[in-house]
């Protein structure tokens, strides 16, 4: 049973446009939360996170947003570019697990120039 | 610095063989984890070490799957007998502590005949 959704595996956009890429998670004890980026042939790399006593942060072109009410979070990135094109792994933690997140299945991001 | 480092990069057997993955953690850093890349289920957690202490394998599949760390610059993962289900990315990821943010190597490639 996953408990951090990304139901769309792949997102196509256009260069200098917005990116959203989408997460859902079902524990509500989560409180901390990530966002991965692995290019092929690379481990995931952290890009950036948010803890649950806020509703975005923000680090230069990506934003991530969270709704905790509807369990819901997001990744902006503006504008986006051809380099940004990478699997976009959502991830989320809490103290009884020990803070080691939980990731999902991945977006697929395609920017085309 | 360097990262982290798994060998082989790639790995192809046959079903039934031994497979031995590999992992040197970056140096300082007291938590590494296995994780195992699928389309169906995305980055699985198999198994995490603190110290080179197991603390988790709740995560291992089966009895075929073991993972050793004898110190703090080495871990491996084995599979014995390996299966054609086995065919996966393996990637090992280390941090300093359990809650910190994990740096991952560039993982194995696996493939099971």
């Known amino acids: 049973d996953q408990q951090v959704k990304q139901n769309s595996p792949s997102l196509s956009v256009q260069e200098g446009r917005i990116s959203i890429l989408n997460c859902d998670y079902t524990?509500?004890?989560?409180?901390?939360f990530l966002w991965y980026k692995k290019y092929p042939a690379e481990g995931p790399t952290f890009l950036i996170s948010i803890s649950s006593i806020k509703d975005k942060n923000e680090d230069g072109r990506f934003t991530v947003f969270l709704n905790k009410s509807a369990k819901h979070l997001s990744l902006h990135i503006v504008p986006s570019q051809p380099g940004d094109s990478a699997v976009y792994f959502c991830?989320?933690?809490?103290?009884?697990?020990?803070?080691?997140?939980?990731f999902g299945r991945g977006t697929s991001l395609i920017v085309h120039p | 610095d360097a990262g982290v480092i798994q060998s082989p990069r790639h790995e192809v057997t046959e079903m039934g063989q031994e497979v031995t993955l590999r992992c040197k953690p970056i140096s300082g850093h007291n938590s590494l984890f296995w994780y195992r890349q699928t389309m169906m289920r995305g980055l699985e957690l198999l198994i995490y070490f603190n110290n080179n202490v197991p603390i988790d394998d709740s995560g291992m599949p089966e009895d075929r799957f073991s993972a050793k760390m004898p110190n703090a610059s080495f871990s491996t993962l084995k599979i014995q007998p390996s299966e054609p289900r086995d065919s996966a990315v393996y990637f090992c990821a280390s941090s300093l502590a359990i809650r910190d943010t994990q740096y991952f190597g560039p993982g194995t490639r696996l493939t099971v005949l």
């Open positions: 991830a989320a933690s809490w103290p009884g697990g020990s803070y080691i997140p939980t």
């Open positions: 524990n509500s004890m989560f409180d901390y």
